[in-house]
């Protein structure tokens, strides 16, 4: 229907093209137009120069940079079959974990790449596209490193925590950086900086405690009852450690009397006067209580942290979309679906993963038994035409339509539940 809307006409340059023009397909994705005559005439006329104008659609992947990442990763990729066939005879998890490092150093080369080329480009609009593949393979590293970390790395003792507040601190640095500039001015009153609980708090989350503690010891009140009662707290806290020569039934009578400990506290409302000291002790204490020996998987992690523990929110977005294809890889599709529309719902999705986000609901939508209910349909139907530009005519068509069969589905099955 709206089809003419999406043609897009291009404007040949050159009087040569003012009598007529021809089209002829060339290699790969081209084609060539060029001047030509619908009639033959006997009268020679005086001809402006020939000109043939070469027209092609631009692909990322055939930029220099992208073309690079493309050469170098295949490689990768061709050791990683080898590695594959080997391992249905022999144990290969060590040199999967060894080619999946190697396909994020090269994702990493391409990122410094891309922003050493942002960094010299002066047009505005090639600069954009520039930093828009940056925030891409950004994100794109990004997950990798966490599936490496749920999925291919032998973490010892299943104690997952400790990797996922390093994957932390590696793609999220800027509360350390922050930190960093206030312990190095070392001034009594750093409150005042627009970032400084933020960080603190940050820190927290993060598990850096040192850090979290010696940034409170700026603050103006830090030698109040209040910042003293939390600071002890967070120094009193164990910390459990593969190689802490403690046994698991240790930690947990200790850990267990620091947490009646911290609940006692909060329950007493002494900190009632510092409302920010009070969300670093629920903060923790809710971290700690959900990853107890860092056993905890690192979606249900994630997502236990919440917005209420100020994580970034394309951390908390991950974590629900890591726990959606969980979901759906246990053939929980019902609560599959569930997570999926609250994440097309939600606020938190990065722009460059809406498409991704709508085509994930297809395989979904032609499941044998409706999982979407009407409302969720229609949800989905809304942001599809809301983001009517995120998805091209045949994709978005492909979308409507399984919606569309999904919606008499679950409307007869409503109808039969009426009845």
């Not at 891409?136 to 970390?149: G, M, T, V």
């Not at 998987?297 to 726990?323: E, I, Q, R, T, V």
Request: aromatic letters at 8%; glycine letters at 4%.
């Amino acid at each position: 229907m709206d089809s003419n809307n999406r043609v897009k006409t291009i404007a040949l340059p050159g009087q040569c093209f003012e009598k007529g023009a021809a089209c002829t397909w060339r290699s790969g994705n081209k084609f060539a137009i060029y001047p030509r005559s619908q009639s033959v005439s006997k009268t020679p006329t005086n001809v402006p120069e020939n000109k043939i104008l070469i027209i092609q659609r631009e692909i990322l992947l055939f930029t220099p940079i992208l073309r690079k990442l493309v050469n170098e990763s295949n490689g990768t990729f061709l050791s990683l079959q080898k590695v594959a066939e080997a391992a249905k005879t022999t144990d290969n998890q060590v040199e999967f974990l060894k080619l999946s490092r190697q396909y994020r150093s090269i994702i990493r080369v391409c990122i410094e790449n891309l922003q050493e080329a942002a960094g010299k480009e002066s047009d505005g609009v090639a600069k954009n596209n520039l930093l828009s593949q940056i925030t891409i393979f950004y994100s794109i590293e990004c997950i990798w490193h966490l599936c490496e970390i749920l999925y291919i790395d032998n973490v010892p003792g299943d104690v997952v925590l400790p990797f996922l507040l390093e994957w932390v601190r590696f793609h999220f640095p800027c509360h350390e950086q922050i930190a960093a500039q206030l312990l190095e001015s070392c001034e009594r009153g750093s409150e005042d900086h627009p970032e400084y609980w933020d960080t603190v708090i940050g820190m927290v989350v993060q598990g850096r405690v040192d850090v979290a503690r010696a940034l409170m010891k700026l603050h103006s009140a830090a030698d109040s009852n209040e910042f003293k009662l939390v600071d002890n707290s967070l120094r009193s806290m164990p910390v459990y450690s593969v190689y802490g020569g403690i046994s698991t039934g240790e930690f947990t009578i200790s850990w267990k009397h620091w947490q009646a400990e911290c609940r006692s506290k909060l329950s007493s409302r002494v900190l009632a006067s510092q409302p920010q000291l009070e969300l670093i002790m629920r903060a923790h204490l809710a971290l700690r209580s959900h990853a107890r020996r860092g056993r905890l998987p690192a979606a249900d992690l994630l997502l236990s942290a919440g917005a209420a523990l100020l994580l970034a929110d394309p951390l908390l977005f991950l974590g629900k979309y890591c726990d959606f294809h969980r979901l759906y890889k246990n053939r929980e599709f019902k609560k599959a679906a569930k997570l999926l529309v609250s994440l097309i719902t939600s606020k938190i999705a990065p722009d460059y993963f809406w498409e991704t986000l709508l085509l994930d609901t297809l395989p979904l939508l032609e499941s044998d038994e409706p999982v979407f209910s009407s409302s969720d349909t229609f949800e989905i139907m809304l942001c599809l035409e809301l983001r009517s530009g995120v998805l091209n005519g045949e994709k978005a068509d492909l979308l409507r339509l399984a919606l569309a069969r999904n919606l008499a589905r679950t409307s007869l099955c409503d109808v039969e539940e009426g009845e």
